[in-house]
């Protein structure tokens, strides 16, 4: 098992920013990628960023590329997610998620094994 906490959510203006954080831990030998997602009522849960755990490489969605930063710190089990120039669209409950399984498909959510409880992102305009 391994558990996820988020923290670093809230309520900013739009072209503010805000840092969640992700800590890990458990059984976390073998993580291979991390990710966050999102989710608005009535709607599916979206792919946010997601990173490959060994090599560091990133990954995005198009509508937050060039505003959003996702970086982990192995040492601590902890991802981040740094969102800059924040829209109202961001509006969300974000999630981290994260998998053990070689090849995950990062932007695919049934591709992760573990879920945090979700954090509360609101952007007003």
């Known amino acids: 098992q391994v558990q996820l906490v988020e923290s670093g959510g809230g309520l900013v203006q739009a072209g503010g920013s805000l840092r969640l954080s992700c800590a890990a831990s458990?059984?976390?030998?073998?993580?291979?990628?991390m990710g966050w997602f999102r989710q608005t009522p009535g709607k599916d849960r979206e792919v946010v960023a997601a990173i490959d755990w060994s090599g560091g490489s990133t990954h995005y969605r198009g509508s937050v590329q060039g505003r959003f930063a996702i970086s982990r710190d192995n040492a601590e089990n902890t991802v981040y997610l740094q969102m800059n120039s924040l829209k109202p669209e961001d509006t969300a409950v974000y999630y981290c998620?994260?998998?053990?399984?070689?090849?995950?498909?990062?932007?695919?959510?049934?591709?992760?094994?573990?879920w945090g409880q979700g954090t509360q992102v609101t952007v007003s305009s």
């Open positions: 458990g059984r976390t030998l073998g993580t291979y990628v």
């Open positions: 998620a994260y998998s053990f399984k070689y090849g995950t498909r990062w932007y695919e959510r049934g591709s992760y094994d573990f």
